[in-house]
Nanobody, 118 residues
């Protein structure tokens, strides 16, 4: 059973920073890709950033230049460094892991709340 545990969310003022962490129960290198998604009230869940096992990074245009994804294979952890936060970044942030084994499997963390006050 794959488990993803997020941490690091909280309340921050606009312009501030937060770093989210996602620790996996298994080896992070076994996943084809890891990513962070977010869902604001009344909106669909959207991709924030992802990183493949080969190190290719995809970042949403709305956060480019402010938010960076990275991973530490030794710690089996993926990070989301968020700088220059805006009120519109307020959402529940979810960690995601994708694994291909005959078909694609998606695993999700429980989510962590990020609230940016103006």
């Amino acid at each position: 059973q794959v488990q993803l545990v997020e941490s690091g969310g909280g309340l921050v003022q606009a312009g501030g920073s937060l770093r989210l962490s996602c620790a996996t129960s298994g080896s992070i290198v076994s996943f084809n890709a890891m990513g962070w998604y977010r869902q604001a009230p009344g909106k669909q869940r959207e991709l924030v950033a992802s990183i493949t096992s080969g190190g290719h990074i995809n970042t949403a245009d709305s956060v480019k230049g402010r938010i960076t994804i990275s991973r530490d294979n030794a710690k089996n952890t993926v990070y989301l460094q968020m700088n220059s936060l805006k009120p519109e970044d307020t959402a529940v942030y979810y960690c995601n892991a994708k694994l291909y084994s005959s078909r694609w499997f998606d695993y999700w963390g429980q989510g962590t709340q990020v609230t940016v006050s103006s």
